[in-house]
């Protein structure tokens, strides 16, 4: 293992110098044109290979609704080449909002989603020539819940003595019900209904980065028919994708974002080593995989890790950690490589359903002779692009017209926009954006000191 290391490569020879170094399995390829190959998914046709992984602004109107934000933020992912949309999480019922302002499509407001899609759809095939797929990724956020203010109120499948008290929880409190959990699948579906209605090519049953669903995999501990084995485990997930299908039919996307690996230790953690919480055992994520294609997941993509815990580059590498995060051992391009893994992994499983690669956003821009190296070996179907696609969202417009990634558009990976987010504020890109978020970083910093300080 090399020790942590800032991005500091003059051209691609530097980086595989150091990629050798690491020993990491990462390789490039200057066929750069095969990113431009359309894939079909669903009988939904994409026009390349670049998708926008769902990153959550935290800047909905107060009923869920697109706010002036949310329309600014996703006109600039439609018109900026990529081929999907991954729309960020969308919560089925409002107990289980992560903050008050996530999006949220209600039966009063599926209108104003309606409207906008329609105008994205327009603009994006008129500059284009083509409009993305766009997939609404449906959550309950479970343990992460905060419907309302500053105050966590915390939904859990199971007690996890290392994330209870982060959350204020010492133990004692009752989990969710078996009937709590089974009423979940009809909210799922209506949402469902409303992102058709509203235009959207599919939805994404949520299970990464342990929210409720993601807890729930990982719900070993848990007695009751959602909890020990994993046919258990994974009920309410089977349960949810066969009330969405029956509800919007088979023309519809289902798709899956989900964590493969929870880098947390058995039995709290899920495709983990019950005797090393660093070592991967794929034989669930695989069943999990083959069981959701049978269901009719028609498009998955993997993450891994808790983006709330201490470990965050397991989820995201970066440069620079959030504020009271230890910046890790392990070199970026580990992180990097493991990620990539992963996804092989899934996608050697999933065979011809298309799985979404991530862990892309430190390479800066060399991520497109990695991307395509990646999709040659067939490593993974697309390239999903998170934190890059808030600093940078032309970077696919820029790489499929020929013209190349600039740097000094590409995410630095400061990881500003997650403190934000830490800060129970409004995020986007502090660095390539702050004319908008720079104020809104230092107001959500300021205020969470106050709350800090008493």
């Known amino acids: 293992m090399a020790g942590h290391e ?21 390789t490039h390829s200057d066929d750069i044109p095969v990113l431009s190959t359309p894939i079909v998914i669903n009988g939904r046709e994409c026009a390349n290979r670049f998708a926008i992984l769902p990153m959550e602004g ?27 949309v991954w729309w960020e999480a969308n919560a089925v019922v409002e107990e289980g909002k992560a903050n008050e302002l996530q999006m949220m499509i209600t039966d009063r407001n599926v209108s104003s989603f309606a409207s906008f899609m329609a105008d994205m759809k327009e603009k994006s095939q008129r500059k284009n020539g083509y409009s993305p797929v766009s997939i609404l990724q449906l959550t309950h956020s479970g343990r992460y ?11 859990i499948p199971q007690h996890d003595p290392i994330l209870d008290p982060r959350v204020g929880l010492d133990g004692d409190e009752d989990v969710v019900s078996d009937e709590y959990l089974a009423s979940l699948p009809e909210k799922y579906a209506h949402s469902a209904v409303l992102a058709r209605e509203a235009g959207f090519d599919g939805v994404d ?11 729930l995999l990982a719900s070993h501990t848990r007695g009751g028919i959602y909890g020990g084995s994993f046919e258990n485990r994974t009920r309410l997930i089977r349960e949810i994708i066969r009330a969405i299908r029956k509800a919007v039919g088979d023309d519809f996307i289902i798709a899956s974002r989900f964590n493969v690996f929870d ?6 953690g899920f495709g983990v080593d019950k005797g090393d919480m660093w070592k991967f055992d794929p034989s669930e994520p695989v069943s999990l995989v083959r069981m959701m294609i049978d269901e009719g997941v028609s498009l998955l993509s993997n993450s891994a890790g808790n983006p709330y815990y201490i470990y965050p580059q397991v989820t995201r590498p970066f440069d620079l950690s959030s504020m009271g ?21 899934i996608q050697r499983a999933a065979g011809d359903v298309p799985v979404i690669g991530n862990g892309y956003t430190w390479l800066r821009d060399f991520i497109p002779y990695i991307a395509a190296s990646n999709i040659e070996r067939g490593r993974c179907s697309m390239v999903g692009l998170g934190r890059c696609a808030i600093a940078y969202p032309d970077a696919p417009k820029d790489v499929i017209s020929g013209k190349g990634m600039d740097r000094g558009k590409c995410c630095i990976t400061c990881s500003k926009c997650t403190q934000i987010m830490r800060d129970h504020g409004t995020t986007g890109c502090v660095v390539r954006d702050s004319g908008i978020y720079a104020p809104l970083y230092r107001r959500f910093r300021a205020e969470a000191e106050e709350r800090e300080n008493g």
């Open 6 to 26: 800032k991005f500091n490569f003059k051209d691609i020879l530097e980086l595989d110098a150091k990629i050798r170094e690491v020993g990491a399995d990462i």
């Open 58 to 84: 935290c800047d909905s109107a107060p009923d869920g609704s697109p706010s002036d934000l949310v329309r600014r933020r996703y006109e600039r992912f439609f018109l900026g080449g990529a081929a999907l």
């Open 145 to 155: 819940s905060r419907p309302h203010g500053h105050k966590a109120a915390p939904i």
């Open 205 to 215: 049953v949520k299970a990464c980065h342990r929210y409720l669903l993601s807890e």
């Open 263 to 268: 880098a947390h230790p058995y039995p709290y």
């Open 325 to 345: 995060i230890p910046t890790p051992d392990e070199h970026p391009l580990e992180s990097i490589s493991m990620l990539f893994d992963f996804t092989e992994c």
